[in-house]
């Protein structure tokens, strides 16, 4: 089983920073691609940032220049360094991370972490 805590997320008036970590534990061969995922109330899921093995990041138009995203390996650790937010920044952050195990792949997600953006 593979478990992702995500830890961060809070109140932040806009203009200003946050940083989200999301690390993954239990039976981890190897870890692919790494991402951050957004749900504002009463809207879809949408993606944010993601970032593969090698690195090659990839991101929304609506935080290119704002967001970055970053991967420790060796922690097993995916970061989202959040900065210049605003208000349509706010909703639950949800960390989602493709995992190698011995036996198969398996996509898993984070439980969300809300960050809330004031005006």
């Known amino acids: 089983q593979v478990q992702l805590v995500e830890s961060g997320g809070g109140l932040v008036q806009a203009g200003g920073s946050l940083r989200l970590s999301c690390a993954a534990s239990?039976?981890?061969?190897?870890?692919?691609?790494m991402g951050w995922y957004r749900q504002a109330p009463g809207k879809q899921r949408e993606l944010v940032a993601t970032?593969?093995?090698?690195?090659?990041?990839n991101y929304a138009d609506s935080v290119k220049g704002r967001f970055t995203i970053s991967r420790d390996n060796a922690r097993n650790t995916v970061y989202l360094q959040m900065n210049s937010l605003k208000p349509e920044d706010t909703a639950v952050y949800y960390c989602?991370?493709?995992?190698?195990?011995?036996?198969?792949?398996?996509?898993?997600w984070g439980q969300g972490t809300l960050v809330t953006v004031s005006s």
């Open positions: 989602n991370v493709v995992v190698e195990t011995s036996t198969r792949y398996l996509e898993v």
């Open positions: 239990g039976s981890i061969f190897n870890i692919n691609a």
């Open positions: 970032i593969t093995s090698s690195a090659y990041t």
